[in-house]
């Protein structure tokens, strides 16, 4: 047998190839590495997905499924080293086992088609924002809504499917169909702004780069979603909801799992799940049709104020429980840290979950580097959204023109009619913001005269338009990213900055912003 320089033995592509079941024993390469995983096949967390590998490399795998890059993984998978992968170049079957594809084509063979606006940011497992125009109308079309996948679309059929119950005073193997959450509860239908944590998050990487996909700002949504009060399905169960006039819940039960067919889970507290007026649902339907497959078909848990990260998918299982739930997702990921933390230094079992969300808001149009051409009175039309967490309404949403010197109260065009502490839905605003004397300012002697280059004069006609939201508990946004930053690019919520160059109105009749929301109302008539 052939072994490496540093004495492991050395197997080529076929022979690895030739170990792909139990009864042969299971191989998989990762990097120069040969692995017999046949043990770890049955503890796997992703399940038999991971004979998709046997036989070949896992790299590709661990590419697309980010759970994976973690150094713990590495370090877990080294413990089932059997050897080296002879060096690519010296391996005469690396051309015929190259050829045989890598397996991962059959994990994304059933996902659902998508609406050719969403904006991809990873393919597979699909990620994909909400196009800027797909972000005006007060509910999101359920095709135009942001995807966001950490794994492959499963594949459900409703009519035999279960949703499984756990928690005390709850039977054993408690199962209930989609039918039985349709027919046996009252249907409830709460309007829920979906939000990612990462979303904006292209804005702080170009400030510092972070790990993550590069969102803008679309990978937020919002949706009327239908379905059983989680409460309500909790007491069908078999649980004893706790005394509401008592001001402690009791004891066993500190937070609530989720789990995703697919192998994603996330848990919520108990006290945001029990609330009454919390709103947590198990929604079957949204925006009145039953939920399409990259949203959760057949059933989602949909946590109002949450981040959307805890409003899981595919949902398979609820958990009561005294601890977190123990999935990736919630341990190890979706957290913030200090600016100064590494992806090394992160200490995610010190981190608190990210549950509730900061305020946000973004300018939605014009986008950046737009040419855009002032009114008759000399203003600009700005749009965009504010969402904050917790339920907390916008109470205001803030405008400038010249890159934060000046501001107007832009007028919100539509915010949530729902009640006090429960604005789970986003507010829409709009502002004419008046360009005149920034662009004034950015030509006056004084400013030309204030840089020390020529070249950092402001160029003729550019200026710099921000927003910042007010949330109901007269929290704002942070004026710069560097604050706030994180490794992960998560709770990116810094003002809105959008730089644009305004044009005299003889180049052009109508401004950008308005041939956006010209062409947005031919395709999308607007919603009542
Ligand atoms: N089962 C499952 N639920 C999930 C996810 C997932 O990958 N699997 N992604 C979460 C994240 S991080 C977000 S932002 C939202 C996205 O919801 P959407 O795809 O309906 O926009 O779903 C959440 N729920
Ligand atoms: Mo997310």
Redesign the pocket.
Known sequence: MWVSPNGRPLYTRAEVAEHATPEKRIWVTYGDGVYDVTDFVAIHPGGERIMLAAGRAVDPFWAVFSVHGTPETRELIEQYRIGDLVPRESDPSAAEMDSRGTGLEMLFANEPERHPSLRVRAAR?CNAEAAPESLLPYVTPNEL???????PVPVIDADTFELAVEGPGIPDDFRVSVTDLKTKFPPTSVMVT?????NRRAEMHAVKPVKGLQWESG?V?NAVWTGVRLRDLLAAAGYTLPDLSSAELPDGVAHVH?????????SIPAEKALDPRGDVLIAYEMNGEPIPR???FPL?AVVPGH?????????SRIALSDDESPSH?QQRD?KGFSPSATLETSDYSRAQSIQELPVQSAIVFPRPGDAVVPDKDGCVPVRGYAVSGGGRAIYRVDVSPDGGKSWIDADIVRAPDQPYGRHWAWTQWEARVPVAAAISASLSPSAAAGSSAASDAEPVGKITLVCKAVDSSYNSQPETFEGIYNVRGVLVGAWSRVPVQVKPPSEGTASGTQQHQQQHQQQHPPQR
């Open positions: 497992p809504f942001f995807v966001r996948n950490h794994l979906l939000q990612c944590a990462g990978a949504s989720f789990d995703g067919a697919e192998g994603y889970g996330a990259d949203h959760g989602r981040v959307a990260a805890r409003s899981v998918k595919w949902l997702w979706y």
